[in-house]
């Protein structure tokens, strides 16, 4: 465990990375804190969370993880948590990697005077921040699927996209739940309400940040499936045109072509065959069938031209 603390005159702040089962131990001896919370912060899996203890206000948070996978989408693979446990004279946080909000703190601490809710405060709001970066990523990825929509280039788009509307989705679930911790955290009467309120107003700017990426990005699948789906109908259309043209053809040449065969079997006793007129007659009937399908075909209404 790599443990920090900084004394000052009404309170010290002990921060705590990657504790161990027997450094937690330590740790309930010497703050006013159940062993069963400490222990919560073992498990990597919790979502934003807030509860009491007596005058120990103890609440979870989630940070983004900047080791996060490429193809990482959900609030566990995104984010890593951070805990606060905040007395009457005392802050201790907890968490498993090494934080940039508490690096920067860390390195600033000797040379500033902060009461223990300035200092509660200023980790919320960079922890909350810590979203700007990831979400500005989010936005040019959006971005680029939207050129890519309208420029009819649609290789990979559904994968993409629905990777960038997932993590969207983890986003705003987090901010939902951390929304949540701060409402309760009001229940604390040693907290004061505008320290909260200063925290509240970062959140609901990346909370609105989350809330518009995921809908301009789900707007751009829906425009994506339909624009594939009609290219897929006018696909099925000219096909269907090229079908009809060759039934409608067909219907000219089969009764033709029965004709045709019919007196060309060449039969002694077809007594068409001798008559000095039949093959004028022949044709003169073939015309008329002709005409008479093309009639009923127009009465059918199939020569004229469907509309996509």
């Not at 919370?37 to 983004?64: G, N, Q, S, W």
Request: hydrophobic letters at 40%.
């Amino acid at each position: 465990m790599k443990r920090f603390e900084h004394q000052w005159q009404d309170y010290k702040w002990v921060d705590c990375e990657a504790p161990a089962q027997e450094d937690l131990r330590q740790l309930a001896e010497e703050f006013p804190i159940p062993l069963q919370a400490l222990t919560t912060c073992l498990d990597p899996e919790h979502l934003p969370m807030c509860t009491f203890y007596e005058k120990v206000c103890f609440f979870i948070l989630r940070h983004h993880d900047a080791q996060a996978k490429p193809k990482a989408g959900t609030m566990q693979e995104l984010t890593t948590k951070i805990i606060f446990f905040v007395g009457q004279d005392f802050l201790l946080t907890i968490h498993r990697v090494p934080l940039e909000c508490i690096s920067i703190k860390k390195d600033k601490v000797a040379f500033e005077q902060l009461p223990l809710y300035t200092l509660v405060k200023s980790l919320c709001v960079q922890t909350v921040k810590s979203f700007d970066a990831p979400l500005d990523v989010l936005d040019s990825k959006t971005d680029v699927i939207e050129e890519r929509v309208f420029a009819l280039k649609r290789r990979t788009i559904l994968r993409e996209g629905y990777q960038i509307k997932r993590k969207a989705a983890s986003y705003r679930k987090i901010f939902k739940f951390t929304a949540d911790v701060f409402n309760k955290i009001h229940q604390h009467e040693n907290i004061p309400l505008k320290d909260i309120q200063q925290v509240r107003e970062p959140l609901e700017k990346v909370a609105f940040y989350a809330d518009d990426i995921y809908e301009e990005i789900t707007g751009l699948l829906n425009l994506h499936l339909s624009l594939m789906s009609q290219k897929t109908n006018e696909a099925s259309f000219r096909t269907n045109e090229v079908m009809r043209v060759l039934t409608v053809l067909s219907m000219f040449f089969l009764p033709l072509n029965f004709i045709a065969g019919v007196y060309g079997m060449n039969f002694e006793n077809m007594p068409e065959l001798k008559e000095p007129n039949g093959y004028y007659a022949t044709l003169t009937f073939m015309v008329m069938v002709v005409v008479g399908i093309t009639w009923w075909i127009y009465k059918k209404g199939w020569l004229k031209k469907e509309e996509l």
